[in-house]
């Protein structure tokens, strides 16, 4: 077994007991700080605590508990939590971040060899706690730190921590939620791979990067070299999860429509577009709307410098009238620029980033006047767009009903992959063209609640498997009859050297192989009974295509050369 750490007066709060995994948090506040703050508060939205240390520490309690309530291990986990300042600025703030504290590969349990896992899952996979608990962060399974200048002066003015769990927190940051965010990166949505170089970590995969595919290239990244994952981390709107789970529960979470621009002509240029869609205005539908792009023009004032940003109302409003406006990124907001373009007699507005990236970010704003639809392209998608227009350029906007807004045409969920890539954000999250809004998104979103969404499944694509808490507990029988944790198949201490490979999916999910050959005891009246049995199931498991004819030879000798077990 490998490991690697990731990073070098307690108290423990526990989450909820009857939890399907017990997780606690550690609190590692000093005195009078963080979990410790005696600042009085009033109880809020189900929050019992009377002191904000007692609040922020009974929401932490409270996320854990959802988590501990929708995985299944019998080994405890601990995060290592505090409250502390954090970055800051009127307008920015960095909300809080957790991950894992170690990785292991190549333990009793691991469903894949050479594959890091985070610490956590580890524990579930080997039935035992591999750390030593103990008051240090590498004792512990998860690091957790949220920032307590949110709601001082001076942090992201007029917007604070919502202590309450019911989710009703108007315009402050709903601190649940983003625990159970954060939580997530460190229970397994997570890649240790470097979004910097594509770089495995010491060289090997790990269980999150071992379900990422380029639907360019049509690679697994444990298929690509280094080179070809750096460029699949920027290649936006396609990186893809590959996992069954989730691939399910796409068109059940997802909402189908995905926005895209269409040019018609000319055909230097003609094709479909990514674009990032307005959250103001009314959304794309499979109707097109159509018509000839335009430039829209303004004066350079003080509203804006630019005669193409569309600060000012327009001055070549004839020319706009009935037609796609063509607008600038920057100076005001999109909210503005739309409502110039809309007044003009524009029938949409196209805006086209000031700024080298992929893939374009949505629009953001509200302004319930605002009756056209709106997109944003990229800054070399805008510039290719202007420079035709002068030979007339047809365009429509529309949303494509056969592809389910945050997946691709295979119902495969989108991975935020960005150009230029963003440290602690790509890769390791759902992407922002997901709608409704994901959890695991890069950013937290006003209308989540308190569900996991498309995160639940993701988790059980690496190993997070649903089992009752039993196929752990020695002399415990259950459809597993106590999962057989063995690297190979070993068949009373004959070692068939073949490898003992997991269900993540169906009847057998969370069983082995060897699970299957120990099932055949149970029906077996003799040695005879139980040698046919196991004749049967790694015939079975050859003609599923899981075990070569070797491996049924390998395995079937050891079960004919055995006492019955």
């Not at 990731?6 to 506040?29: E, G, Y």
């Not at 280094?226 to 936006?236: F, L």
């Not at 201490?493 to 057998?508: E, K, P, R």
Request: hydrophobic share 45%.
């Amino acid at each position: 077994m490998r490991r690697l750490a990731l990073i070098a007066a307690l108290a423990l709060a526990p989450a909820a007991a009857s939890a399907a995994v017990t997780i606690t948090v550690f609190n590692a506040n000093a005195p009078g700080v963080g979990f410790n703050d005696p600042t009085p508060a009033a109880p809020i939205g189900g929050n019992p605590g009377t002191t904000l240390g007692q609040q922020r520490l009974f929401a932490f309690s409270y996320a854990a508990g959802i988590w501990g309530a929708t995985l299944d291990s019998v080994t405890p986990i601990r995060i290592f939590a505090t409250f502390e300042p954090l970055a800051c600025t009127p307008t920015s703030a960095t909300l809080g971040s957790a991950g894992a504290t170690s990785v292991f590969r190549d333990f009793p349990g691991a469903q894949l060899a050479n594959t890091w896992y985070p610490v956590a899952l580890v524990g579930k996979l080997l039935g035992a706690d591999p750390l030593v608990p103990g008051p240090n962060i590498g004792n512990n399974h998860i690091r957790a730190r949220f920032n307590s200048n949110l709601g001082n002066a001076g942090c992201l003015t007029g917007v604070g921590w919502y202590l309450g769990i019911d989710n009703n927190h108007g315009g402050n940051i709903d601190l649940v939620t983003v625990l159970l965010h954060e939580f997530g990166h460190g229970l397994g949505f997570q890649t240790f791979t470097s979004v910097s170089t594509g770089a495995f970590l010491a060289g090997f995969s790990d269980t999150f990067a071992h379900r990422l595919a380029d639907n360019t290239t049509g690679k697994a990244w444990e298929q690509m070299t280094q080179a070809e994952r750096q460029a699949s981390i920027r290649n936006g709107r396609h990186l893809v999860w590959t996992g069954p789970e989730v691939t399910a529960a796409v068109p059940a979470t997802l909402a189908p429509g995905t926005p895209l621009l269409h040019v018609g002509a000319p055909a230097s240029i003609a094709g479909d577009y990514v674009v990032g869609a307005a959250t103001f205005g009314p959304q794309l539908t499979p109707t097109p709307v159509s018509g000839t792009v335009v430039a829209a023009l303004d004066p350079a004032d003080g509203a804006g410098p630019s005669t193409f940003d569309a600060c000012s109302p327009l001055t070549n409003a004839a020319a706009v009238a009935g037609h796609i406006a063509l607008v600038d990124r920057g100076s005001c907001t999109f909210v503005t620029k739309v409502k110039n373009a809309q007044n003009a007699g524009a029938i949409a507005v196209i805006v086209a980033d000031n700024a080298a990236g992929s893939p374009p970010a949505a629009l953001g704003g509200a302004d319930p006047t605002i009756v056209i639809p709106s997109v944003r392209v990229t800054q070399a998608d805008g510039a290719k767009i202007r420079a035709a227009l002068a030979g007339g350029v047809s365009a429509s906007l529309r949303s494509d009903p056969s592809v389910r807004a945050g997946a691709d045409a295979q119902n495969r969920a989108l991975m935020f992959a960005v150009d230029p890539i963003v440290l602690g954000s790509s890769v390791s999250h759902w992407d922002t063209s997901a709608f409704p809004n994901l959890l695991m998104e890069p950013a937290i979103n006003a209308d989540l609640t308190h569900g996991l969404d498309l995160t639940l499944p993701e988790m059980r694509d690496i190993g997070w498997y649903p089992d009752a808490d039993l196929d752990f507990v020695p002399d415990t029988i259950d459809a597993c009859l106590g999962s057989d944790l063995s690297n190979t198949v070993v068949i009373t201490g004959c070692d068939s050297g073949v490898t003992n490979f997991f269900f993540q999916q169906g009847a057998d999910i969370g069983c082995s192989v060897a699970d299957l050959i120990r099932r055949c005891v149970a029906g077996a009246g003799n040695h005879g009974e139980y040698v046919s049995c196991a004749s049967h199931t790694t015939n079975a498991l050859k003609d599923a295509g899981i075990l070569t004819g070797a491996d049924h030879g390998a395995i079937q000798s050891c079960a004919a050369g055995s006492s019955l077990p």
